[in-house]
């Protein structure tokens, strides 16, 4: 059963506009989020978290909001810009436990 | 540079060879983890080692070995490899597991089992 899931495999967005990623989670327990992103042959480097105590965080151009309510998370890029395409994974940390959980990604494609 | 390597990069055998994967950190982190990568799956992590000598399974362990037998090291072992083990492998640490956004993630390696 899935903890962690990333609904929409791809993302198409024109250079400039907002890219939104979203993330939902089915176990309560879940006390941390973050979010990776992945370039092809790459190993994936960490871009974002957030704590299950906070509904925003903003870094630059990246802002994650949580809605614990709905389990939902979502990832916001403005502007979004061509070096922004890459996969991006949504992760959930159930502190107490050694398992970091990843959704399955989202494939963003920024078109110039 | 702080950084996680991972050997070999690439790496095509057969059916029932044993191998090894190698991970090495130099940030003398605790936590060590390998995940395997699959389209339309995601990574899913395989196993991961809270520090020396403790390690534990993730969610797909079976098939793997792992060890920890000092900090820097955590090899990823296939006693007997099978083609349903062809993956993406990353091997990843972080100072701590409570340090997970701070987790280093290794370049990967792509393996092919015939």
């Known amino acids: 059963d899935q903890q962690v899931k990333q609904n929409s495999p791809s993302l198409s967005v024109q250079e400039g506009r907002i890219s939104i990623l979203n993330c939902d989670y089915t176990n309560s327990m879940f006390d941390y989020f973050l979010w990776y992103k992945k370039y092809p042959a790459e190993g994936p480097t960490f871009l974002i978290s957030?704590?299950?105590?906070?509904d925003k965080n903003e870094d630059g151009r990246f802002t994650v909001f949580l809605n614990k309510s709905a389990k939902h998370l979502s990832l916001h890029i403005v502007p979004s810009q061509p070096g922004d395409s890459a996969v991006y994974f949504c992760?959930?940390?159930?502190?107490?436990?050694?398992?970091?959980?990843f959704g399955k990604g989202t494939k963003l494609s920024v078109k110039p | 540079e702080a950084q996680v390597t991972q050997n070999p990069r690439y790496l095509i055998t057969v059916t029932g060879k044993k191998l090894t994967v190698t991970c090495s950190q130099n940030?003398?982190?605790?936590?060590m983890s390998w995940y395997r990568q699959d389209p339309g799956l995601g990574l899913r992590q395989i196993y991961y080692s809270m520090n020396v000598e403790v390690t534990d399974k993730g969610d797909v362990p079976e098939g793997y070995k792992v060890s920890r037998k000092e900090k820097r090291n955590f090899p990823l072992i296939l006693e007997s490899p099978s083609p349903n083990q062809t993956s993406l492998y990353f091997c990843?640490?972080?100072?701590?597991?409570?340090?997970?956004?701070?987790?280093?993630f290794g370049p990967g390696t792509r393996l092919t089992v015939l």
């Open positions: 990843a640490s972080s100072l701590s597991l409570a340090e997970a956004d701070t987790q280093y």
């Open positions: 940030m003398n982190h605790e936590y």
């Open positions: 992760a959930a940390f159930p502190g107490s436990q050694g398992n970091l959980i």
């Open positions: 957030i704590s299950s105590i906070k």
